[in-house]
């Protein structure tokens, strides 16, 4: 028996299970060896052999705890109901922190079958055997973070981890989602920091610092992080072709984002992929790339009828082709594409608007019929808004131009178009005051906005209000301005000066 152990603690397990094998010969009620030979049987990943011998141990000794404990350990996946019993009776017959490991076992099925309650009372029994177990410290921080949604004892959970073991990366990790969780997201990058001292490579680290840093509007640091992860040359991470395309992507390489996104759909042809590659062919200009990569999404995606199927995936495929045409001024082509994205999803408030834009080019008076349903699918479409202002801006009906206007600045309360145009419209409309308000708001917003300052100085000369006029005029010679509106400026300063009798400075 001795030499079988010997060689059993030894990994030396033919050899042991040979040794038990003549125990069990010479003595066949002999529980010891029927343990020691099942447990070297699981070893070798025997388990109807080690089920045996386990079962003949326990059979022979009622009262060996580790036989109960070893045969939880083998059916824990095949049969927890039969575990759970198992670690139970382990737990009976020895509550010690000899084993406390039964405790943990049964609390890993209990999480495992969704039963939190009964999870957390072993893990903390685990704890109040042995309270350096960091593995439970974490599984109850998790259960409080991920199903029971108490971050705040959560976080003191991963804390108790952290300061057992300050290198364990995976409560830094956690307790940063848990402080995520409580908006505290200061507290969450200094946890995703430390993960990233301890494991600078890791790219799913640093994605999670930038998705925290964005949320705190450090966008220079977010964005330094994703170039962090451009340089990456972790496997996990080159081996996923989309994830590196997209990072690629957002630090402007679109042609290594392009060349990495072709390789793999060389060998993974799939909808998704191309219309991916298609989105980045498009921020690389390259259009006519772009739409040959939507056909073929289109082509994979049809079905043995040569039928798209009535789904929005479809339809974005349509839709995103439908925006390359109008970057390459092909209206027609444009419009007939959103019709198609339209046909396939009925509910696509951007494929209204973007057909709408069409129809108003091609000067099509059923455009908006299209503004009007992307506003009845989306009433929040600033842009649809603002593009049924300019139709009816340029039919004369400026009242209902002013009104979606409105209706846009209640979307985008500080939006420097809105303003702009309303008062525009307003100067059209010939409510000058009203019009140098909103002019005024606009420069407020937007201090070098050159039409701005122009249209207010026009609205200022409407109502004799000559020395503001003058001022306006003179503000926009200071700025950058093109000839044209340089030379309407001079003029319209000349004649200002005209008017209040300064010939020197008309003259000049």
Known sequence: MKHGIHFFDRLVLTTAIQDFTAVIKEDPSNAQARLYRGRAYAKQQQYRNAIQDLAAAVHLD???????????????QIDPKRAVQDFSVSVLINDTQE???SFLHRGIVYSEQCQWSLAICDFESVLALDSSVIFAYLNIGLILLLHLDQYHEAIRRFTNAIEIDPLNIRAYVCRAQAYHKIHNLPNAVKDINRAIHLYPNKSQLCILRGQYLMELKKYELASLCIHQLAEMDEESFTSQPVQQALIQSFCQNHNKAIECLCEA?????????FVILGQIQMKAK??????????KAMKLLMTSAKILPNTFEAAEMYYLTGLCYMEQKSILKARDAFSMAIR????????????????MQLREAKCIRDFNRALALCPSHFQAYMSRAAYYGSKGRYSKAILNCNEAIKILPNSVQAYFYRGTLKYQNKTFKAAIEDLSKTIALNKTCILAY???AVCYNQIKDFRKALKDYAILL????SKEIAFKVLINRGLLYMELGDYANACE
């Not at 759909?265 to 992929?273: H, L, R, Y």
């Not at 390259?286 to 056909?295: E, H, L």
Request: some cysteine; aromatic content about 16%.
């Open 99 to 101: 084993n406390f490991c």
């Open 478 to 481: 200071l700025l950058e301005l």
């Open 265 to 273: 759909t060389a060998t993974q042809p799939e909808p998704s992929m």
């Open 286 to 295: 390259k259009t006519k790339d772009a739409v040959r990569s939507f056909k």
């Open 454 to 456: 122009y249209n207010r």
């Open 62 to 76: 009622p009262s060996c705890w580790l036989a109960f404990y070893y045969r939880g350990c083998i059916l824990r």
């Open 344 to 359: 396939l999803h009925s509910s696509y408030p951007d494929a209204f608007y973007q057909r709408g834009l069409c129809r």
